[in-house]
């Protein structure tokens, strides 16, 4: 508040100061003439109606001969004294106004007191840079926020479903609290941690875990904070970091995104030494294990180890590399428990079950879907958060949020339930495909329709049969549109479809081996971008022939699989109409009513339907679509685990 306040006070006299020079370089103000004009005075003076006159400086005034007063402005006229007296006027000269002796000595040494002024507050604010406050002596500072011991509240009870990365870093915790026992036996604890992982998967709340159950003073700060434009900062902003530490020793430094300060050196185009590279630079003598460097534990974050500088990840700086990855079934349903904690949750709720059906979901993401679910439980006026609540916000996060204000015509409402009963069909019949979750025509997110497939449980690889069958599901969508209203009538909602599976069957052959004409050789390129790599410098390592065979193999794995597809739906067409009339009548319908019409049984309506009425199935080609209406727009898409499939 005491330095607001100097601060205050010295921007004031700043501006003062300049509304005085600027008043001595304009000179004095005119002053306007009050009750009359110099003409007037002129033409009263030469009729001996001017008695008395005093002068000062350009001002005038005087006593007229009928005793009134009156003002007026000297022009600078040089025959203004001899008029007066050759009409016998009385003339009275006064002396200037001057400024006081305290004004004249103010304005001879303010200068001067504003200059030692600035510069002292200056160094006030240079000086207190190294806490963050910036200044013009502060770019060398480190911009790390410190956390005082026992600080930080975050504990291991409040981190979940990354057990083995717990294990992990539980020693770095171990000899923050009890060094001698490693000391003892001789160990030495990892000076560097780097935590690799996909986005939200908790790699900075787990950095946060450490520094809670070691209660010891921790250091954090962003690989961005390192790199200004002015060359030299980064570096001298490492050093200071490392000195902050080296004074409050055991200690932790947390780096987020270390990939920013820390990519390979000598990559992409202009090669040279930069700023980041002399930043990146530092950083590694810093680290390098010196003398000194004790009780102090580099933590660092990043979802791109494989652009990072070799040198940062040899043993003494980041000696040990902790993988953050997707939580598995048990681990997405302790993260549903530590943030269903913060919320009231009704008795109905079973995050075992919320669990299985988010395959794929980072521990982010579940909080995400914790957080929608209080939500529509708020806006639905309820006071706890039900399972309804939570499948509805699970079903906006994977699908998007329903666009009911989307006003779509019947064609092409019909043409999308065809659409995506086609894809429900193909990945239904496939062999290894994930089962069909819920299929939907209703608008969500930049899709006109939804079907969703999730996976019974986790996977980590897949076989070519499935891949095969992914493309298969992926084409069923614009046959159905193609069989159905004929080949004129075919929209580009599938250029998604088209678009994942031509990628699917590319890297079969050129990344996975699993073409049997090519062999298990790669043939992808690195598309690695050109200033994370060495793309710049690389050359194709395939010849054209082997180009063309790669693409006739392509097209055969593509051909081979929409032909499958286009049968599947042939010998199912029955099948195909009354999904699609399933569709148009309750907009959505899950795998029990998918299950249903494949095998012939009556279709139950879906759960918050009442209404017994079953939708007819109809045959033939269905209603034409009218050819100069435009096509297109938000693509149908097949869904996948998360997002679109």
Not at 191 to 206: A, D, F, S
Not at 294 to 316: K, S, Y
Not at 524 to 544: C, P, R, W, Y
Not at 592 to 615: K, Y
Request: proline content about 5%.
């Amino acid at each position: 508040m005491k330095n607001k306040s100097l601060t205050i006070i010295l921007w004031v006299a700043v501006s003062l100061w300049l509304l005085m020079i600027f008043n001595s370089m304009t000179g004095p103000k005119p002053i306007e003439a009050k009750n009359l004009s110099y003409s007037g005075f002129l033409t009263e003076l030469d009729e001996g109606a001017i008695r008395e006159v005093t002068i000062q400086d350009l001002r005038i005034t005087g006593t007229r001969t009928d005793g009134s007063r009156f003002e007026t402005y000297d022009p600078g006229d040089p025959a203004l004294v001899s008029d007066l007296l050759n009409h016998g006027v009385t003339i009275n000269a006064e002396e200037p106004d001057r400024p006081s002796l305290l004004a004249q000595i103010l304005a001879a040494w303010l200068p001067f007191l504003l200059l030692i002024g600035v510069w002292i507050w200056i160094m006030r604010r240079g000086s207190a840079g190294g806490s963050g406050n910036g200044g013009l002596f502060s770019f060398g500072k480190s911009r790390a926020r410190q956390h005082a011991e026992g600080e930080v509240k975050v504990t291991f009870q409040d981190v979940a479903g990354v057990e083995e990365a717990k294990d992990e870093v539980t020693e770095l915790v171990d000899f923050l609290r009890n060094p001698q026992k490693f000391s003892s036996l001789g160990g030495r604890i990892p000076r560097g941690v780097l935590m690799v992982g996909p986005p939200g998967t908790g790699k900075t709340l787990l950095a946060k875990a450490i520094a809670g159950e070691a209660r010891v003073p921790f250091f954090s700060i962003s690989g961005s904070d390192f790199v200004e434009m002015f060359v030299g900062v980064g570096a001298s902003r490492v050093r200071d970091l490392f000195e902050q530490a080296k004074k409050n020793p055991p200690c932790i430094i947390f780096i987020d995104e270390i990939d920013a300060v820390g990519r390979r050196r000598g990559a992409g185009l202009g090669g040279g030494h930069d700023e980041r590279e002399q930043t990146l630079n530092q950083l590694l003598v810093e680290m390098d294990g010196f003398a000194g460097n004790e009780g102090i534990i580099v933590i660092a974050a990043t979802n791109r180890a494989d652009v990072l500088d070799p040198a940062l990840l040899r043993p003494g700086r980041f000696d040990r590399q902790v993988v953050v990855g997707l939580p598995d079934l048990s681990g997405r349903e302790a993260i549903l428990k530590v943030h269903m904690r913060k919320v009231p949750v009704a008795s109905d709720v079973d995050a075992r079950t919320i669990a299985r059906g988010t395959p794929g979901f980072s521990g982010a993401d579940l909080a995400n879907l914790v957080n929608e679910a209080a939500l529509f439980a708020a806006r639905a006026g309820l006071t706890e958060v039900t399972m309804d609540t939570l499948e509805k916000a699970k079903d906006k996060i994977m699908m998007g949020a329903e666009r009911r204000s989307v006003v779509m015509s019947d064609d092409e409402k019909r043409l999308t339930a065809y659409h995506e009963a086609g894809h429900a069909i193909v990945g239904r019949i496939v062999p290894e495909h994930d089962p069909v979750h819920k299929v939907s025509i209703i608008p969500r997110g930049r899709a006109l329709g939804v079907t969703l497939f999730l996976p019974e449980r986790d996977r980590y690889s897949r076989t070519k049969r499935q891949l095969e069958s992914m493309i298969s599901s992926l084409f069923g969508g614009r046959i159905a549109e193609e069989m159905i209203f004929g080949p004129q009538f075919v929209t580009t909602g599938a250029s998604n479809d088209i678009e994942r599976a031509t990628e699917i069957a590319r890297n079969m052959v050129t990344r996975f081996g699993l073409s049997e004409r090519l062999g298990p050789l790669a043939y992808a390129e690195d598309e690695g971008e050109v200033f994370l790599g060495h793309a710049v410098t690389q050359h194709s390592k395939i010849s054209a022939q082997t180009a063309r065979e790669i693409d006739k193999e392509i097209r055969a794995i593509i051909d081979r699989n929409y032909q499958r597809s286009r049968q599947i739906l042939e010998d199912n067409n029955d099948k195909l109409h009354k999904m699609a009339e399933a569709l148009l009548h309750y907009e959505t319908i899950s795998r029990e009513q998918i299950d249903d019409i494949m095998t012939g049984r009556p279709m139950r309506p879906p759960e918050g339907h009442d209404d017994d009425q079953q939708p007819t199935a109809t045959t033939g080609d269905g209603p034409g679509l009218d050819p100069d209406r435009p096509q297109g727009g938000d693509k149908p898409i097949v869904g996948g685990p998360i997002g679109e499939h």
